[in-house]
């Protein structure tokens, strides 16, 4: 895994690739499938309340984790970093409690 | 005027260990999570109405396509990860070159998006659904509508970042808008993946 800070000796584009970035990618593809299989009738789960709350709750992990690594506000100053972790966990909570509410 | 004409900006190369930096200008964060707080309120506006009819929100959220939905979600996936990539590569000067090229798949992975949507749309009108139809529909439209033309501005901002990418370089203001106009459309690709699962798959 590569920074901005290695960037300057970089030769290749696959040095691109080279960062944590790229892992975050692969899994928010992979939770898009997994959530687009809950939500579908495609999933192994009967509950769909149950598979509702795990959507909504992957969501969330997504939206955090482009807020960190696609954003870069892994690195940003703290009050900056804390707004969207709590933006992520405030409209996080909203969203399943109205959800569970209906 | 080359004075004022740099490679990268706060010199990374020679940061000492991690030091913390707001990508962008600041008045660029105050937008962004300024417009994720209203869509923030919009979610729970639309979760209050699906309270009040849940049965109605159900049968007609049955009638939306959910593999247009999330096709849609992986091709912003990718175009964000195209300009993570970008925004690495303008870092880079051996990689420079690089970055429209990224940039431009970017676009088109964002106009894919909006073909999508209007085929989605299409087919909606097609079949008598309007936002006049039900109060489901009337959210789906907003609501939808809404983030693409969130969409549309972020093309607009990736059509000005392939300009200054094109640049053989970039002043130190050109980097800081470079890195506020990325953020601007990774928070397109963000609202969506709340949407997309709102809308679609809770049932």
Known sequence: MTSLTSLASSRTP????RTSATAVWIFLVVATVTSWALGTDHAFV????????VVLLLAFVKVRFVGLYFMELK??????????????????ALTVGFFLAG | MTSDVIDAPASPATAPGKKRRIPG??????????????FAVFFCVYLSARMADPAGFAHDQAELN????????????VSSLLVVLATRAVHSPALKRHAPRLLAGAWLCGAGFLGIKALEYAE??????TPQTSDFFMYYFVLTGL????????????????RFASKP?????QFIFFEGGACFWHMVDLLWLVLFPLIFLVR
């Open chain 2, 169 to 173: 370089e970039m002043s130190r203001g």
């Open chain 2, 66 to 77: 959910q593999n247009f939905g999330a096709i849609n979600t992986v091709l912003l996936l």
């Open chain 2, 25 to 38: 200008e600041e008045g660029t964060w105050i937008f962004i999570f300024g417009d994720m707080c209203v």
């Open chain 1, 75 to 92: 690195d940003a100053p703290l009050p900056l970093r804390a707004l969207i972790e709590a933006w992520c966990l405030i409209v996080c």
């Open chain 1, 14 to 17: 696959a040095d691109l690739l």
């Open chain 1, 46 to 53: 009967d509950n769909t309340t149950a598979a509702s709350v």
């Open chain 2, 147 to 162: 983030h693409a033309f969130h969409l549309v501005l972020g093309l607009a901002m990736l059509t000005v970042l392939i």
């Open chain 2, 124 to 129: 909606k009108v097609h079949h008598g659904i």
